[in-house]
Nanobody, 123 residues
Framework: QVQLVESGGGLVRAGGSLRLSCAAS????????MGWFRQAPGKEREFVAA????????EYADSVKGRFTISRDNDKKTVYLQMDSMKSEDTAVYYC????????????????WGRGTQVTVSS
């Protein structure tokens, strides 16, 4: 069982930045693909970014490519999402997720989810 706790959400103006963190409670953090999804009001949850076990291979949704950066610290068992040049359409609840079977499984059905953190971008 893996517990994921997100932090760092809040209110930011368009063009600004936020950094989300997700701390995992597991002895085998480096065994998991980690990443982020988001869900805006009235919309389905969507993939945002993911990163492989070693942190060498990030993946991004087209909507955030070039603006968001995902990273991980396996010693701290934490994954980060640096969000820059934010837009009003980035407003959503952001969920941390973990998957054990690679990027294909991660983007469709991760094994574990956090409870989410609200991000609001004002225009």
């Amino acid at each position: 069982q893996v517990q994921l706790v997100e932090s760092g959400g809040g209110l930011v103006r368009a063009g600004g930045s936020l950094r989300l963190s997700c701390a995992a409670s597991t002895r085998t953090f480096s065994d998991y693909y980690m990443g982020w999804f988001r869900q805006a009001p009235g919309k389905e949850r969507e993939f945002v970014a993911a990163i492989n076990w070693s942190g060498s291979r990030p993946e991004y949704a087209d909507s955030v490519k070039g603006r968001f950066t995902i990273s991980r610290d396996n010693d701290k068992k934490t994954v980060y999402l640096q969000m820059d040049s934010m837009k009003s359409e980035d407003t959503a609840v952001y969920y941390c997720a973990a998957g054990s079977l690679g990027i294909v499984q991660f983007t469709s059905s991760p094994d574990y989810w956090g409870r989410g953190t609200q991000v609001t971008v004002s225009s």
